[in-house]
């Protein structure tokens, strides 16, 4: 979804099905609780709770009032795997896995495949 179909969403003239709609810009017409509610209701389909629910209704009012890129630093604090904070190392072996599940080294290079080759270049 894009930042144009977002700020229709959340100004309450939006659809989340890709059709395109015009309407009032975010903010415009709307308070930041009705467009966090509208957002919620075009991208959820089953209610949060406890600490999720007050990550992404943050992260909705920041996006509401046009910081992008504080929206995404909120909900990456909450919900960001350890996966892509730290890209896990292929392991050896008959069956190797590139998982945090997995024992990993302690230091050294990343020997991951996708890495490997984009260091290459």
Known sequence: MNADRV???AAGSGATDGSEAGGEQA???ASTDEAVSRLREGFFTTDLDGENCTVV?????????????????????RFESVCERQR???????HPAACHLYDQPVEGPNTNAAESTADDD
């Open 7 to 9: 700020r229709d969403l």
């Open 88 to 94: 896990p190392v292929l392991g050896g072996g008959p």
């Open 27 to 29: 903010g415009e017409g």
């Open 57 to 77: 209704t943050r992260a909705l009012e920041t996006l509401v009032k046009d910081d992008r890129a504080e929206a995404i630093e909120i909900l990456e604090d």
